[in-house]
């Protein structure tokens, strides 16, 4: 998954499409100001998990988001536009071998 990020208006866009926070903040709503990155904080909480709910049940996303804001996006550049490629898909299977889900 291309995940790109743009500063001036906290956009995402998810292979090209842009991600609403909608249906994150029915779940969590950590921030409802939307989606922000580079620190451990609210904004970057719902975009880890507006992520996670594109990929996989909201059982699985609610369980695995902190550790993925920890991962992928607290260390994107704070205030920058940004493009990363995540296997996403390949993450989840990951975590949840390692925690046994």
């Known amino acids: 998954m291309i995940i790109e ?3 001036a208006n906290h ?3 998810l292979d090209g499409k842009t991600l609403s926070p909608a249906h994150s903040l029915k779940v ?3 921030s409802p100001t939307g989606f ?3 620190y451990g904080g ?8 507006a992520i996670l709910l594109t990929t996989t049940i909201e059982d699985k996303a609610i369980r695995l988001y902190q550790d ?9 550049p704070f205030n920058k536009d940004f493009k990363v490629e995540i296997d996403v ?7 949840c071998e390692e925690l046994k889900l």
């Not at 609210?42 to 998990?49: D, F, H, K, R």
């Not at 898909?89 to 975590?95: A, G, L, R, V, Y």
């Open 68 to 76: 993925f804001k920890w991962q992928y996006v607290n260390p994107l």
């Open 36 to 38: 922000n990155w580079g």
């Open 5 to 7: 990020g743009f500063a």
């Open 11 to 13: 956009n995402i866009k």
């Open 28 to 30: 969590f709503n950590h």
């Open 89 to 95: 898909e390949q993450w989840i299977k990951e975590k």
């Open 42 to 49: 609210s904004g970057p909480a719902q975009l880890a998990l």
